[in-house]
């Protein structure tokens, strides 16, 4: 049974909704679906799921692009509703008619709804009977299939039981693994085949034509066996007695180097060690980066040769006049040979191609039933609606301002905690140093927290970044509980006074769930402000299933009723990828977090912010 019906504006005027189903909802589904869904360029989906205390909805719905009118249907999940979709669709063709932009109250819409569900109902129904009519034909078939099975299987018993009785002791054998079941005939014909090397039967014979025949294979391994033989035979034989030691390479005409091992004779403690100034220079977060692209002319070099097929198959004249009167509708046929081209422009671009397919299933239900203006191309308007897209998606849903963040935070005296997550090797450690250094230039106060106890010298690494920037660090070394080490770190910085708490934590692959067990414990323990997933810009599809996964074994694995997620983003490696952008749109996507930084560079200096303008242009260059 229908929950909720309702028709309304894109601008979110609600013009009709059934006053049968006045059935009041349980949280907000259809205010979670705007926002999440329709706002965020999701819209290709079939459908959208939505959970609430007590209830588990699903929406459905379907655009009228020319009028800019959406309708949504709300019925429980648990109930398979067959005609919701049929009953969408005749409601956005009746309703088309009798729309006008002036008229509000559309009340006497009410009696063609309910003759539009019967008559959908009904549909459904037969569906549903013919369905069940062929089911019982298709067991038929299949229980005739056994039966014949089931003969040929009496069948071939038999015939072993009696080849058992004539023919001795290794008959019988296959006689009682041919009862025992069939998988273990091979074996027994194998066993027979190497002690008297004959096949048996037809069988065999026809069976092993297409098969690789081994001996072949050890021949020729037995000969490049030989050769290699023969050429070691030939070269000098090393005296065993000779310890073999590295040697230094030497470049070009540079003087040798008198040692390999450069690592410091003094102790563990790093007493004697010269810390190195903090100042290295204005961090690239405070920049504004100016971005001019003359991409233009590039994409319409590119739009041309896309559309050069087509014109060959509509023809000059007609292509021409298309393009000058206009088109009346355009429909899924006029937009798919542009939006193939875009979508294999992004998957070029590393977009995941998941993702690259979704935009365009979305782009594709935005643009469906509008009318093509004249003098206008349809990979123009294409291209157009991808940028808005792609815009409105990389773009935070909510602002998050760090800096406003910390005061507010040090206002009511405790720290702000940002907590680093990630897989191995992406750059965790260095990438929270830039962001202690950016911080530090703000005249905030930072503490470090070296809760990688796993990996062996991440905290020394740590310790070395510390020293550098001349900030505290809390350790407790190694095997030790990182929930723990975070909590007592949280805890030492509220003594001491420092504003901001970054938490180190070890790299761990997404399907790893005993470490993601100890990062969820860290997190629902400690309670951090900020959760920040630091990626690598390098990544293509992997980057759709470490978020995806870790958003859900955050989710499954926290004693939480309301866990807590991943908040943003920092992109590690950006500056060696050239145009390959792609990894950053695939994220945001899944996850919905925005990339707060993007690390491009080894110093402390090379943090920036994400240029939403720029990486658009990119993907679509």
Known sequence: MLEQLLIFTRGGLILWTCK???????????????????????SGLASFNYDSAGAAYTLKWTFHNELGLVFVAVYQRILHLLYVDDL????????????????TDYSDFDEMFRQLRKEAEARAEELKKSKQVTKPMNNLKKQGGQLQKGGFERGSKRSGGGSANDDGDSDNMRGRKLENGHSNVGNVEIEESRVTGVANGKENTSSNIGAFDVSKLQKLRNKGGKKTDTVVSKGSNPDPKKKITKKNRVWDDSPPESKLDFTDPAGGNGSNIEVEAADHGASMMDKEEVFSSDSESEEDEEVGKHNKPDAKKTGWFSSMFQSIAGKANLDKADLEPALKALKDRLMTKNVAEEIAEKL???????????????????????????????????????????????HAAKEQRKPYVVVFVGVNGVGKSTNLAKVAYWLLQH??????????????GAVEQLRTHARRLQVPIFEKGYEKDPAIVAKEAIQEATRN??????????????????????LSKLIYLNNPDLVLFVGEALVGNDAVDQLSKFNQKLADLSSSPNPQ???????????????????????????GAPVMFVGCGQSYTDLKKLNVKSIVKTLLK
């Open 360 to 406: 365009c299933e979305s782009v594709a239900a935005s643009l469906e039933g509008k009318k093509l203006a004249s003098f206008t191309r349809i990979s123009s308007i294409v291209q157009a609606a991808m940028e808005e897209a792609l815009v409105r998606i990389l773009t935070p849903r909510r602002s998050i301002d760090i800096l406003r963040d910390v």
């Open 497 to 518: 006074g420092s504003d901001v708490v970054l938490v180190d934590t070890a790299g761990r692959m997404q399907d790893n769930e005993p470490l993601m067990r100890a």
């Open 443 to 456: 005249k905030v106060s930072v503490m470090m927290a070296a809760c990688d106890t796993f990996r062996s």
């Open 88 to 103: 969408l669709a005749m409601m956005k063709q009746s309703f088309s008619e009798i729309y006008d932009p002036k008229q």
């Open 565 to 591: 997620l991943i908040d943003g983003i920092l992109l590690t490696k950006f500056d060696t990828i050239d145009d390959k952008v792609g990894a950053a749109l695939s994220m945001v996507y899944v996850s």
């Open 20 to 42: 049968e189903l006045g059935n009041a909802l349980k949280g907000s589904p259809i205010d979670t679906l705007i926002r999440s869904c329709l706002l965020e360029e999701r």
